[in-house]
């Protein structure tokens, strides 16, 4: 009996301590394109891009640990090809490997820059940790950095480059950052504290040009503007990897389809994180979240079905992002909110609630941890609120929850 | 190095050898005390490292700051005043011996 996960990120990392943490006697092998033990992501554009947090503790877990729990763990392989009919996949380096169970954890690949100029020397983005470790080297040399998007790789980047000393500009093509993801108030939030914090924010602002010679000079935008730049650093967005998926006919759509299971159109394939189509039973429609939680809860959803075992996967989906000394986290999906209640403890503290009909579908914090946890307690169900609560900050919160009027 | 022991819920006690400077949340997960599953990664965003230190530790640790009991508070259903995330403590010579009693996940 054996299990191949593919991708050892976030997610294949956690469904790998999962089957064992849950029994399974089979083999276990974790294959991962990168050369380096699996780690964390979120500190790429943070704390390891400040190169304030060491690299072993930027390890998911220690080399030790996939001996310990008889964990095959390959690295550096890159899977080429599924065989659903012989249950085999196939590496580059030629080998054939069989499975009984196939989990597909590829993740995302970067969305490209197609503008001229694309290819020049320094120009980078930010996903993988040869990514931030080539960004670190090249910082030593560059002063002025142009960041390109207003999603958090870009917010990040921007901070942590500001709170290095550099230079920064942060291009967003949309007339706030975190556009597609937090309301106005979180945006206009943000774009203050970049501009107080000395980062050159410029938004609805298209770049259509990197100037250099092999090495960029500029970025050009829409309206004539050039920004000096020894180095930019491009992060909008990226593009679930299902290549593989789609090579063995498995069914893909901006994702790779799975069921509540995590089980794609074939019963032994499952698919997790980043990469995953999946219908959320709460929120009522078709998602493909890029989060941790989402990796990670994902993973506990395939293999407890693995292991014979099958719980519907309905978790409440949740974010975080720290941008100096912000802390923004997110519970819930606010997409389709028809309805916003503040409440604001200080001028740095704030939480938004989102509600569509008057239920609660997700809430964003800056500074308030408080209000974020005690909302994802209650919010996996969508509950009706008491608005006054809500934005009384000095009536406890979990009283909104609990003391609904007309109820 | 230094020796910390981990009390499951199941009331089972795991020793384990911890490296100075490490938070108690890394040294856990290190140790696949999977209750302890640090989903955050220890910047104190999602309090999935909840445990309780023994009090007689209590005078070695450092209080938590705002953020931290902030956390604790809207988060643990069942906190006591010995509640701690274990991200946000980092171990020292001087917590060679602690002892650590970890909840059922809160989660």
Known sequence: MSCIIIGASHAGVQAAVNLRLQGYQGKVILI????????????L????LQNVLPEQKLWLRPETFYQQKDVDLMLGKRVINIDREQRTVSLDDMQCLSYDKLILATGASIRRLTVPGSDLSEVHYLRDYQDTIGIRDSLKSANNVVVIGG?????????????????????????????????????????QRHATHGVNIQLNVVVTEIIGVDKVLAVETENGQR???????????????????????????????????????????????????????????????????????????????????????????????DQYDDKLQIAGLSEGYDEIVIRQETEKSLAVFYLAQNQLIAVDTINQPKSFMISR??????????????????????SAFTEIPGV | MLNVTFIL???????????????????????????????????????????????????????????????????????????????????????????VQVPESDW
């Open chain 1, 32 to 43: 991962s394109s990168d050369t380096v033990l699996p780690y964390q992501r979120p500190p």
């Open chain 1, 45 to 48: 554009s943070k704390a390891f």
């Open chain 1, 151 to 191: 999603g958090y790789i870009g917010l990040e980047a921007a901070a942590s480059l500001q709170k290095l000393g550099k230079n920064v500009t942060l291009l967003i093509k949309h007339d706030r950052p975190l556009s597609h993801i937090t309301s106005n108030v979180v945006s206009d939030y943000l774009t």
């Open chain 1, 227 to 321: 920004y000096q730049a020894d180095m930019v650093i491009v992060g909008i967005g990226v593009v679930p990897e299902q290549q593989l998926a789609e090579q063995c006919g498995l069914d893909v759509n901006n994702g790779i389809r799975v069921n509540e299971y995590m089980q794609t159109s074939d019963h032994n394939i499952f698919a997790i994180g980043d990469c995953s189509s999946f219908y959320h039973p709460v929120y009522q429609k078709q998602l493909r979240i890029e989060s941790v939680q989402n990796a990670t809860d994902q993973a506990k959803t395939a293999t407890t079905a693995i292991c014979g075992q099958s719980v519907p996967y309905s978790a409440t989906a949740w974010f975080w992002s």
């Open chain 1, 377 to 398: 307690k209650y919010i996996h169900n969508l509950p009706k609120v008491d608005k006054t609560i809500l934005a009384d900050k000095n009536q406890d919160l979990n």
């Open chain 2, 9 to 99: 819920p199941d009331k089972n006690k795991i020793t384990v050898a911890a490296n100075e400077g490490d938070s108690l949340m890394q040294t856990a997960v290190d140790n696949a005390i999977e209750q302890i599953s640090g989903d955050c990664g220890g910047c104190c965003s999602c309090a999935t490292c909840h445990c309780f230190i023994d009090d007689k530790w209590k005078d070695k640790m450092t209080p938590a700051d705002d953020m931290e009991t902030e956390l604790l508070e809207g988060a643990i259903d069942n906190m006591q005043e010995n509640s701690r995330l274990a991200c946000q403590i980092f171990l020292s010579e001087e917590h060679d011996g602690l002892v």
